[in-house]
């Protein structure tokens, strides 16, 4: 067994988090690499390092990510489309895409030893741009969602978009969030879009603070292709890529499609999607007293 493990090297719980899992798989014989400024905080001689997708052992049984959610976004950038399974251990707030508690750690790492576990596959979008943005074209993949937003003005912007070549609408908008059903509980739930179950084959559109109150989220299939032209005022525009911000000149055409590899999640044997977000989002408890 071969597990390669990533955190934030300034979260001190995560650290901890970090040297008991590299101590257990130790013991077992396991090949072990940590990425490079986390080892740092690792005092065990037996661990090799990695500090990018091309270095980080392509035969990896489990990648670890200790944190919180966006921990778990930033390990794409070295999983990317290897389908190595990823498994988030949550030391952070929320936790839905980490959602192995600390204290169910220990039952968790006994069942992936004796591969006692379940894994699913979430999509994966990839962005291309006219004119190519070299900055965008080094790691074109997000997790959760894509979104364009305004920069340097308080004016809306105006978003062309087209599925499959077909025109859908033009959004005089704050921005607009296309996200996954794995991101469907970010930034899109906050803009007023729908939670999407992790198996279903689809994509919603939402509208950051539309000028038109009656334009509405939009589901579509996951396998479409979305182009998407942005104008405003300003030079440039924003797009981001779950965790990441870039600066686009205004006028570059965007298209959005699902990525050829998805990327494997190891989940609980115990706690579902449907358990997460009860958990998660407080349904049915009444905390106004």
């Known amino acids: 067994m071969k597990v390669a493990l990533y955190s934030l090297v300034h979260d001190e719980a995560s650290i901890k988090i970090v040297t008991e899992i590299v101590a257990f798989f130790a013991i077992k014989g ?43 976004l930033r390990a794409l950038h070295y999983i990317r489309e290897s389908k190595i399974p990823l498994i988030g251990v949550n030391t952070g707030r929320l936790g839905f895409l980490a959602p192995i508690q600390p204290d169910e750690m220990e039952a968790m790492l006994d069942d992936i030893v004796t591969n006692n576990y379940l894994t699913e596959e979430r999509t994966i979008l990839e962005i291309n741009t006219t004119p190519a943005v070299a900055e965008l074209s080094e790691f074109p993949l997000a997790l959760n969602e894509i979104s364009f937003s305004r920069e340097n003005t308080t004016s809306m912007v105006t978003i062309n978009t087209q599925v499959n070549d ?99 999640f190891i989940k609980s044997n115990t706690n579902g999607f449907f358990d997460t977000l009860r958990n998660k989002l407080l349904w049915g408890q009444d905390r106004r007293n």
């Open 30 to 72: 396991a090949g072990i690499q940590v990425e490079k400024e986390l080892l740092r905080n690792i005092s065990n001689t037996a661990v090799t390092s990695f500090s990018s997708h091309e270095d980080l052992d392509p035969k990896t049984t489990i990648f670890f990510a200790v944190g919180g959610d966006g921990t778990v």
């Open 166 to 264: 077909a025109f859908v609408n033009v959004y005089w908008a704050d921005g607009l969030v296309v996200a996954t059903p794995t991101g469907s509980t970010g930034y899109s739930l906050s803009s007023g879009g729908p939670i999407i179950a992790p198996e279903a084959k689809s994509l919603v559109l939402t509208p950051i603070a539309p000028h038109n109150l009656n334009v509405r989220p939009l589901v579509v299939a996951d396998d479409v292709e979305i182009k998407i032209h942005v104008e405003g005022r300003g030079d440039s525009h924003l797009i981001s890529l779950d965790t990441r911000l870039f600066s686009v000149p205004m006028n570059t055409t965007v298209i959005i499609k699902k990525a050829k590899n998805p990327i494997v």
